[in-house]
């Protein structure tokens, strides 16, 4: 029984001692920043990849009405909020849903 503690212990601490090693590894390992066009500024392109995504095959090119649809969501949101105002000031009832303003 005693001879099991002791390996125990050893192996744990062998462990123990491989798990720090790894650990000071991957620290000395890490980016030193030496690629750094400016202290923090360290992103640089994949080879091949242009340096500025604009007029090359990387341009997203958005559709102007694909942009447009949240503004458009959101004028239509107000507008549905000014009708909830508007009959909850004549009611004094609060109606969420607005097709059944219109019925009232």
Partial sequence: MRMIDRSVKFALSLAGA????LAMAGGASAY????????????EPKPGYPDKVAGSKYDPKHD????????ESIKAMEQRNA???????????????VSKISAN
């Fill in 83 to 97: 009708q909830r105002v508007e009959n909850f000031k004549k009611t004094g009832k609060f109606v969420f849903d």
């Fill in 64 to 71: 102007p009405k694909e942009l447009n649809k949240q503004s």
């Fill in 32 to 43: 030193d920043g030496t690629n750094c066009k400016a202290p923090g500024n360290c992103w």
């Fill in 18 to 21: 491989g798990a720090l090693a």
